[in-house]
């Protein structure tokens, strides 16, 4: 495959992580707004931990669980079970959101290193999607979704489990260039929906009009109308967040911090 | 010849001349008010509503068209101006049993205040609280206590994964769980690997293993009660902060109404909710933490939820300037003691205290309530519902179901609100005896019965106050001016309309009706002023428009269908005058009756009571004959006759005894085979003694035969009978008056049947002479000598039936 299907195609799909959790299908389904936004395919993968299938057959091997810290065997061919069930299960779910959505999908289950595979995943997608942490009522942000923020090249949605895609979109505009990639990005995305864009403006007072200016003139060529934000006016980007309600935000991957502060679907754009 | 003389022109109609009144057109006439004759009503409903003791309400009873409304409306809002205006209620919610919403008593205007105050401070709670939970400090402080419970989290966990490295393992997510694995080179040792391990290495692994196992069981023990106190603690932080903000808003509320110490209660138990429910004031991103988890809906401006902080002001006086006064058109038992309306939800039907309505108990409280009685008695449960108010002197809400405890759904029991309220009812004297007598509880809540007369003595003096009622009333009206004699006109029409010539209506109803059609007719002739043939001509309209069966029936008997001669002499047969009342129609007609006799054991056959047409004063009346018969000729002879009484062609019910004086004289006519003038009709009672008493309708049945002779040509010895009693009654129409003035048709007034009987037939009824006999060939003679050879034949056929048993 040449080097330019490769990049069409990472261009025209959105990828998202799947383990059957709460927040992984709210990724699932905000991916799935997404990709019917901007008409791209939708690619679900679930991957089986190949660590866990490979201990699973020591003889002392015993799963703590998570609620209830009981201790109880566990062999290789229930782990099995379980998660193709789980795979099924996302599987039909996703099947009904794209049939709903009118949105082209695949789906595929992978076995190997669950960090390794997504972020191999995430590389290969135009945005990836995956939801805060594996458990529910784990409020921090999981072990492996921080890992991937941090690695991926990509553009990451996060999703908890309450979490859906909000429109108008808002972006977080520092001036960086994440911040320019995430407004290229939010310029996308909101040119397909409903051409509203609230923009947080965050940089420096000396700058502020000057952005505000070079924004707005980019955005209008777009015809996508911009509604601006003072960060300054707050004391910070969250309150102003807070205030404003805005609910699905875009930003530049520096700003990965806001992640523990927030809730409500995150764009990070490295 | 009868030397009794038919009453003279004048007697038969009083004129009204208002000689007292100097005026030209009512326009000339001051006004006055408008409750002339009703001195006793007045001083009733002052008294009444002056009064204030329990059960001193007011029946205002009369018949309708008195101006009862008008009169008791007048007085009561002249009290009512005098007195203050009532407290305010509203209804606000019982934070601890909401099923029982508490009433608040407030000085008049306060209700919509407090409202208005509390609405102020929900929405300020609103803005306040979510700038206290947006706030740098308690952002910071909440922030502080998630990482803190995140990190006691991580560490634990983090903890167990740096032990279990050093050892050589490593910590794995599994689908439901966590568990450990041995690693070699970092990554995760795969069975036949461990198997080639030494036996000592293995069972040095599964040891530390199983340690590491129970260390991390110890952890997952602990994460939740870690959970409830972070939560715990969020709480904490939550009220400190929401605690200030209430407290700082709440404070002027509770300095501004610490004279009510129930609104001070309400104002404790609303700040104490508000700490315990801050979600509700905070949108969803604005909501602490520790209430996410919770389903509690958005609080926005609408929000059902805030709902519960509302003030329902019931009764709100701000706008009066007295006591309350209000009619009631629709006293329905809901309208009169409020309701608890319900709302449809999700498909079910919910309510709480906002939808308490109020009835008119409660807009009437501390006032004055004027309400129908007939219209109180004909809504289902209204009646026991107003006496329950009355009698426990307070309003309780409930649905007829739950006042009849048909239902044990859960509902509102609003808690009830004193009630200090004098009710006025309005009904006929008829209602009014009928729930005197039939309920006891009445005579114990409504004391006082200020009785509605319908009508007034009729002097010069009345005439001259009736002319200025009437001129206010076209002043009122705005109709065109009176003159004196449309004025006139109209107060003779009044005395007719009271069935007597000494008395004026005190239906007034009926007189503006009549002085608006006047007003009508002199419109139509483009008359500036109405005058006495506009009266006249209404009046006339008035009768014509109802006068169809009248004028039916006449038809009827001049193409002898019914058969009434008025010309001639007949034994036996008499006209007799009946009233006959449609609605507000009445007029007389005449009706033939006849009577027989034969020997017999002395008793007068009714044969209207034989068949059940007669009603009790008309058997009354016939058996009054019995006893005439008996007192006056059979005094030492028993009364051997038997007589049969018909009203022919009579195909419905009989009943008074205004005839009952024809009777008798065509009794006696048929006893004594003396012929009776079929030109006269009769009517009257007699008693005993025979002396003739008065009877109702008099002018309609004089003015019923005379329509009739009219109709046939008057001859001149036509004419009616009355009771002498009655001559003051008469108010006769200008056409019979005028005909009795030109001797073509004659009222007679009778004092005694003997009176009668002469005029009747012509011949002297005779008197006893000194020999205890009447004179021969008079009536009583004749009647005697018949009664006493009935007497004697019967005798002689007892003796003859006697000696056949023996």
């Known amino acids: ?270 | 010849m009868p030397s009794l003389k038919p009453l003279s022109p004048a007697a038969l109609f009083k004129r009204t001349t208002l000689d007292g009144l100097q005026f030209n057109t009512t326009a000339e006439l001051a006004e006055i008010e408008e409750f002339i004759g009703q001195d006793r009503a007045i001083q009733a409903v002052e008294f009444g509503i002056g009064i204030e003791r329990q059960g001193y309400n007011l029946f205002a009873l009369g018949p309708a068209g008195t101006g009862k409304r008008s009169l008791v409306r007048r007085y009561v809002e002249q009290r009512a101006a005098t007195e203050p205006p009532p407290s305010d209620w509203c209804y606000v919610n019982n934070f601890e049993r909401p099923y029982i919403p508490n009433a608040l008593r407030l000085p008049p205007g306060m209700g919509k205040q407090l409202s208005n105050d509390v609405q102020h401070l929900v929405d300020d709670l609103r803005t306040s609280l979510s700038t206290a939970f947006e706030s740098e400090e308690y952002q910071t402080r909440r922030q502080n206590l998630e990482m803190e419970f995140q990190e006691r989290q991580q560490e634990s966990l983090k903890d167990l994964q740096e032990k279990a490295k050093e050892k050589g393992l490593a910590l794995l997510r599994t689908p439901a769980g966590l568990a450990f694995a041995p690693l070699k080179d970092g990554n995760v040792v795969a069975p036949e690997e461990f198997e080639k391990l030494p036996l000592e290495e293995q069972e040095r692994i599964k040891t530390e293993v199983e340690g590491l196992q129970t260390q991390l069981q110890r952890a997952l023990y602990q994460m939740p009660r870690w959970e409830r106190e972070w939560r715990s603690r969020m709480r904490d932080l939550n009220l400190e902060v929401s605690g200030f903000v209430l407290t700082n808003l709440v404070d002027d509320l509770f300095q501004k109404y610490a004279d009510f110490p129930a609104v001070v209660a309400f104002l404790q138990a609303l700040q104490k909710d508000v700490s315990e429910n801050l979600a509700d004031f905070l949108g969803t991103n604005e909501k602490p933490e520790n209430e996410d988890a919770t389903t509690l809906p958005d609080g926005s401006p609408s929000s059902p939820t805030l709902r519960r902080y509302e003030v329902n002001v019931l009764v709100d006086s701000s706008n009066l300037q007295g006591a309350p006064v209000i009619y009631e058109s629709n006293p329905s038992y809901l309208n009169l003691v409020g309701r608890v309306e319900q709302m449809a939800e999700m498909g079910a039907l919910t309510t709480d205290f906002t939808l308490i309505k109020p009835g008119v108990l409660h807009r009437a409280n501390g006032g004055y309530l004027i309400l129908d009685a007939l219209k109180v008695l004909n809504n289902p449960y209204a009646w026991e519902g107003l006496k329950r108010a009355l009698q426990f002197r307070q309003i309780r809400i409930e649905s007829p179901v739950q006042m009849l405890n048909l239902t044990v759904t859960i509902s509102l029991e609003p808690e009830p609100i004193p009630l200090d309220v004098k009710v006025v009812l309005m009904g006929d004297a008829q209602l009014y005896y009928l729930l005197a007598a039939a309920d006891p509880e009445f005579n114990e809540l409504f004391k006082v019965a200020a009785d509605f007369s319908d009508e007034m003595e009729r002097t010069p003096e009345t005439e001259s106050l009736y002319a200025q009622l009437l001129a206010t009333i076209a002043h009122r009206e705005a109709l065109q001016p009176f003159d004196k004699s449309a004025v006139a006109r109209v107060i003779e029409q009044s005395a007719r309309l009271a069935q007597d010539a000494e008395r004026l209506t005190a239906r007034l109803q009926t007189i503006v009706d009549l002085m608006e059609e006047a007003n009508y007719w002199a419109e139509q002739a483009k008359a500036e002023i109405v005058r006495a043939q506009h009266v006249q001509q209404a009046i006339d309209a008035q009768i014509y428009r109802s006068d169809r069966l009248n004028e039916r029936m006449r038809e009827e008997i001049l193409r002898n269908t019914i058969l009434i001669d008025t010309e001639g002499e007949h034994i036996g047969q008499i006209n007799a005058l009946s009233v006959i009342q449609l609605g507000n129609v009445m007029f007389g007609h005449p009706t033939r009756i006849t009577a027989t006799v034969h020997m017999g054991e002395g008793d007068v056959v009714n044969i209207e009571r034989e068949v059940e047409l007669s009603g009790p004063l008309h058997s009354k009346g016939v058996l009054i004959l019995a006893s005439y018969l008996g007192a006056q000729y059979a005094i030492d002879e028993p009364l051997s006759l038997s007589a049969s009484l018909v009203f022919e062609q009579s195909y419905g019910g009989i009943d008074g005894d205004s005839a009952s004086s024809t009777e008798l004289y065509a009794l006696l006519s048929a006893i004594a085979e003396a012929p009776l003038k079929q030109s006269l009709a009769v009517t009257g009672s007699v008693n005993q003694y025979g002396q003739v008493q008065a009877i109702g309708g008099v002018n309609e049945k004089i003015e019923g035969f005379f329509d009739l002779c009219k109709a046939r040509g008057l001859t001149g010895d036509q004419g009616v009978l009355i009771p002498a009693a009655n001559v003051k009654h008469l108010m006769l129409r200008q056409d019979v008056v005028e005909a009795a003035a030109a001797r073509k048709f004659s009222i007679y007034p009778i004092e005694t049947i003997e009176q009668g009987i002469e005029v009747l037939t012509g011949l002297p009824a005779g008197t006893r002479g000194k020999n205890g006999k009447y004179p021969k060939g008079t009536i009583n003679q004749r009647v005697e000598a018949r009664l006493r050879t009935f007497a004697r034949k019967s005798a002689a056929a007892g003796k003859k039936g006697a000696k056949e048993t023996a």
């Open chain 1, 1 to 270: 495959m040449s080097e330019a299907r490769i990049q069409r195609r990472i261009e025209e799909r959105i990828v998202v992580a799947v383990d059957a959790s709460p927040h992984s299908l709210a990724a699932l389904r905000a991916a799935a707004q997404f990709a019917a936004l901007i008409q791209v395919e939708l690619y679900a993968l679930f991957v089986e931990d190949s660590d866990l299938l490979r201990v699973s057959t020591l003889p002392f091997w015993q799963e703590i669980g998570s609620f209830s810290a009981t201790a109880r065997q566990l062999d290789r061919q229930s782990i099995e079970r379980t998660l193709r069930a789980r795979a099924n299960k996302v599987q039909q779910v996703l099947a009904q959101l794209a049939d709903q959505m009118q949105v082209q999908w695949s789906f595929q289950v992978m076995r190997g290193g669950v960090t390794d595979e997504l972020l191999t995943a995430a590389e290969n997608a135009m945005l990836f999607s995956m939801g805060r942490a594996s458990r529910v009522s784990n409020r921090a942000l999981g072990s492996t979704t921080a890992f991937i923020i941090k690695q991926s090249a990509r553009p990451v949605l996060i999703l908890d489990d309450k979490g859906q895609i909000r429109h108008p979109l808002t972006l977080l505009y520092t001036g960086t260039e994440s911040a320019e990639r995430a407004f290229q990005l939010a310029i996308r995305l909101a040119h397909r929906d409903h051409n509203d864009l609230h923009i947080l403006l965050w940089v420096h007072e000396a700058q502020t009009n000057a952005a505000k200016e070079s924004l707005s003139k980019r955005l209008t060529e777009q015809n996508i109308r911009p509604h601006f934000t003072w960060v300054e006016n707050f004391t910070s980007p969250q309150l102003a967040v807070r205030r404003f309600r805005y609910d699905t935000l875009i930003l530049p991957v520096e700003q990965l911090d806001l992640l523990a502060e927030l809730k409500g679907p995150m764009l990070l754009v490295p």
